[in-house]
């Protein structure tokens, strides 16, 4: 009988696409999928290393795990814990140091290997090298069918935020080649994908390089207009962005091309220039708001959301103040929030002007009611509207499907019909905390 597996996946979502390919990878090398971490024989961590808690989590797991592998052991079976993610890449040693119940630390860069380690149980433990280029080449297309899938077209960054890990557990940016993301895309879209977002952790500066008569340099823009051409994709998304690097030519891709959803993630992380200068972000707010107004100008549908870190070492009331103008100037549609927790090797680590932790949480509590009155009002608008909506789930009730609009909001319905991988056009009739209902028009 083949080993089990079970993969649990902490953050964001390059993590998720990371751990569907190693599940994709592990089946097809023999492994079964387990229900859950309990009745696995090998349990697979993926890791993030963004926020303290998630890491912290990562150890409360691993106690937990090492007194289930005891009692395995002791009835003479077989358990394997692997970590992978970024607090793998972070941390290394480290985490066999601390738990010396784990069998392999996996960077994000090294996963197509966990199958080798697991069959073969005599490798090195940690292996943390930045392999992006063969790591890709690796990955398996996905054999499940899904209506809305999640592409990774780029890896690491070069940005260096000062509060950031990701330059230092992802490495340097890599961007996939366009004939291996559309071949990808062309498999899922052959399976039944209708739409797409396209991953990366600065996935705005994707650059490639196709040749037809000469050399061309293949920008998003570019590579969003290539797979719109495939005739059964209908949605185009993509994730994360840096302010720098939206240019011209993605926004008017936004403008002609039907299948680019109107919702742009667009993290600012601050509304102060003296904090942005000290988060290294390399932009001002009044080059954040401009690029937002001439997005708006362009895609008058376009709306935004965005990440903010309220507490940076030494945000005033005042630099809070001027994150506050920027929800109020740009109203996004949603938005993640959060206080500030400093992330060993980041140069913000030893930063001081540390903000009392009381502050913090006051001004985070400000800014997310705020930032929740403007998405109840973004959504209000659309209460009596007609919204095409992709169904890409069952819901939780009977016959209840659910959906999403172009700015990602979910949208519940009823029908006895399979509504799977329909495009429907639904009057909004009710809204509940951030989702709708409605009715099916079409
Ligand atoms: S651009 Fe994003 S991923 Fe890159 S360092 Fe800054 S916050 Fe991190």
């Not at 690491?156 to 890599?174: L, N």
């Not at 952790?201 to 490639?208: A, H, P, T």
């Not at 309220?310 to 740009?330: I, L, R």
Request: charged share 25%; with cysteine; net charge positive.
């Amino acid at each position: 009988m083949h080993r089990s597996f079970f993969i649990k996946t902490y953050g964001c979502q390059m993590n998720s696409y990371d751990s569907e390919k190693i599940n994709d990878l592990l089946l097809f090398n023999g492994f079964r999928k387990a229900e859950d971490l309990e009745k696995t024989d090998v349990a697979i961590l993926n890791t993030c290393h963004i926020r303290e808690k998630a890491s912290e989590k990562l150890y409360s797991d691993l106690g937990r795990l090492s007194i289930f592998k005891k009692n395995k052991e002791k009835l003479g079976k077989k358990f394997s814990i692997v970590v992978m993610g970024c607090v793998a890449q972070a941390e290394g040693k480290e985490i066999i140091n601390r738990n010396n119940s784990v069998d392999y630390v996996v960077g994000p860069q090294n996963i197509q290997i966990i199958p080798n380690l697991l069959k073969k149980e005599n490798f090195e433990k940690v292996h943390v090298n930045f392999l992006s280029e063969e790591k890709f080449q690796s990955l398996t297309f996905s054999k499940t069918n899904k209506t809305a899938s999640m592409i990774s077209i780029q890896e690491g960054c070069d940005k260096f935020c000062s509060f950031c890990v990701v330059p230092y557990t992802r490495g340097a940016e890599f961007s996939r080649t366009v004939e291996d993301i559309y071949a990808e895309i062309n498999h899922v879209v052959q399976k039944g994908t209708k739409e797409v977002t396209l991953l990366g952790q600065n996935v705005s500066s994707y650059e490639s390089t196709i040749y037809e008569d000469k050399e061309k340099k293949i920008k998003l823009a570019n590579l969003c207009n290539i797979i719109s051409k495939i005739p059964r994709l209908k949605r185009i998304r993509y994730l994360t962005s840096h302010p720098n690097d939206i240019d011209n030519y993605l926004i008017s891709e936004h403008a002609k091309n039907e299948k680019m959803m109107p919702f742009l993630h667009l993290p600012i992380q601050s509304g102060s220039d003296k904090i942005l200068k000290k988060m290294n972000r390399k932009h001002t707010k009044k080059q954040y708001l401009d690029l937002v107004k001439k997005i708006k100008l362009v895609v008058p549908k376009m709306a935004f959301s965005s990440d903010f870190i309220v507490g940076y070492p030494g945000e005033t009331e005042e630099d809070f103040e001027q994150t506050v103008s920027v929800v109020n100037a740009v109203k996004f549609a949603s938005s993640y929030s959060f206080v500030y927790s400093s992330r060993p090797g980041t140069p913000a680590s030893t930063q001081e002007d540390v903000i009392n932790p009381e502050v913090k949480k006051k001004r985070l509590t400000y800014l997310q009611e705020l930032l929740i009155k403007h998405q109840n009002n973004f959504n209000n608008f659309f209460l009596d509207k007609e919204v095409e909506v992709l169904i890409t789930d069952v819901g939780k009730k009977d016959n209840q499907y659910v959906g999403r609009t172009p700015h990602l909001q979910p949208v519940h319905v009823y029908s006895k019909k399979n509504l799977i991988g329909k495009i429907l056009n639904i009057k909004i009739e009710r809204l509940t905390s951030f989702s709708f209902h409605g009715k099916i028009l079409n």
